[in-house]
């Protein structure tokens, strides 16, 4: 017999059983398996992550109004009492003029010690180039009666 030739050689005793993997079994096997771990990531990422409060997002839009030396937007927030205050453009000038040199606004973050009044709430607002201190205290009505934005006090946790 020559090197060269291949003989066809069929094997005795019955056949032989080939397991294969189909290529749609594979490639469905990658998407599941990719499924999961996007989904997993995701839970991971909603567990772990920081959600804005409702408090937060008040305390974010009075100090972009502030920096914008216009309250307009958040009147609403405020108690008829402190309506005056915001209305007086020389005041909120100069809270305006003491954040806008902080440059541009990330974000606020609530602070407020666990045992805390029920409608008082602490945040640090998150500036490019510093923080500040801001604290209210909501009224029966769920609006602002008392707020401050500054340097952090050092030992007082009145507004």
């Known amino acids: 017999m020559n090197p060269t030739e291949i003989k066809n050689v069929t094997p005795t005793g019955g056949t032989v059983a080939v397991a294969t993997a189909s290529k749609r079994s594979v490639n469905t096997s990658a998407?599941?398996?990719?499924?999961?771990?996007?989904?997993?990531?995701?839970?991971?990422?909603?567990?772990?992550?920081?959600?804005?409060?409702?408090?937060?997002?008040t305390a974010d839009a009075v100090t972009i109004a502030i920096v914008n030396n216009n309250m307009t937007p958040v009147e609403h927030k405020f108690n008829a009492i402190r309506l005056p205050e915001l209305e007086d453009r020389a005041r909120v000038g100069r809270l305006s003029n003491m954040l806008v040199p902080l440059g541009a606004f990330k974000g606020s973050k609530e602070i407020t010690p666990p045992n805390s009044d029920a409608g008082l709430h602490e945040f640090t607002e998150s500036f490019a180039n510093g923080t500040k201190f801001e604290k209210y205290e909501l009224d029966a009505d769920g609006k602002i009666a008392k707020f401050f934005i500054g340097d952090p006090p050092s030992t007082s946790t009145a507004p």
């Open 31 to 57: 998407i599941v398996l990719g499924a999961i771990l996007v989904f997993v990531v995701l839970l991971g990422y909603k567990l772990f992550h920081h959600h804005r409060s409702a408090y937060e997002a």
